[in-house]
């Protein structure tokens, strides 16, 4: 995970407060409930910010603790981080998914060829093939599929569409196994 400049400045700036378990606990306390607890200094937002990112990939104690590390000089500090975070984490993680960066979960898709007759001749068509794709997500407030995305394309777009999914894929793959 990459962090800003100023998130880095501001975690190495919590080992110079007299208030670091405050500040930690104030930003857990914003992450559960952000109407609640509004933020009250840029090392609360620093360590919520991290902590966020955190559940939302999926980071276990030790990949954070290793994280904190870098930037936190004072093992005491980012233990009792990493333990809050233990505890955090199962509880906040589902909740989090719902939030931020996080895509949509497709469910299925859709799709219907369609063929151009734009001709006044019944013996001659255009023939202007195109897809219209549509995919889905499930709704759980609802409990039920709604579309995600929809578009049309020609046979060459959804070739193309395909090879990127295809590379995307990949990447995804080689990032895993990093």
């Known amino acids: 995970m990459e962090l800003s400049g100023v998130v880095q400045n501001e975690l190495r700036n919590l080992t110079k407060l007299d208030n670091a378990t405050k500040v930690i606990n104030k930003a857990f306390e914003t992450i559960v409930n952000p109407a609640k607890e509004p933020i009250a200094g840029s090392e609360q937002y ?17 990949q954070l603790r290793e994280l904190l590390e870098r930037y936190i000089l004072n093992v005491d500090i980012v233990e009792r981080i990493v333990a809050k975070y233990s505890l955090f984490r199962d509880t906040y993680t589902p909740k989090n998914a719902e939030y931020g960066i996080a895509l949509p979960h497709v469910t299925d898709a859709n799709w219907t060829l369609r063929s151009d007759l734009s001709s006044s001749s019944y013996s001659v068509s255009a023939g ?12 759980r407030d609802r409990n039920e599929k709604e579309p995600a995305i929809r578009f ?7 070739q193309l569409f395909i090879n990127k999914l295809k590379d995307i894929e990949l990447n995804c793959d080689k990032l895993a196994k990093q």
């Open 46 to 62: 620093a360590l919520a910010t991290v902590l966020v990112l955190a559940c939302k990939y999926d980071y276990d104690d030790q």
């Open 128 to 139: 202007n093939l195109s897809f219209s794709i549509e995919l889905e997500s499930f709704n």
């Open 152 to 158: 049309t394309c020609t046979p060459e777009e959804l």
